[in-house]
């Protein structure tokens, strides 16, 4: 289990003021899933945590605990687009830091 994970999926999901129900719908997953991430019986798999990256515009860095940097740094970003999957409502950018690509 990963604290800062469970952690900080509760507090942005409450910080944004949207309910687990909610969330899980923008994913494409049940409301258990959401409630079993957030007190530590299971965790997002790698898809889900970009899709969360992109819904509340931070690194996957910070959401799993690997950095308390919440937000990218233009300056050293480069941005890519990915594919996420045709079931996720959610589409966007992932940001990935220029010095760990080497």
């Not at 991430?37 to 509340?56: A, K």
């Not at 990218?72 to 690509?101: C, L």
Request: aromatic share 6%; glycine share 6%.
């Amino acid at each position: 289990m990963n604290k800062k994970l469970t952690e900080r999926l509760k507090k942005l999901r409450t910080d944004k003021e949207i309910s687990q129900s909610k969330l899980a719908t923008i994913l494409g997953v049940a409301q258990t899933t959401v409630a079993a991430w957030e007190v530590g019986r299971n965790e997002p798999d790698t898809q889900t945590l970009m899709q969360l990256s992109i819904f509340y515009d931070i690194t996957v860095d910070y959401l799993i605990g690997f950095s308390n940097n919440m937000y990218h740094n233009e300056n050293n970003d480069t941005v890519a687009t990915i594919n996420i999957g045709s079931g996720s409502k959610i589409n966007g950018n992932v940001k990935i830091n220029n010095s760990a690509k080497k």
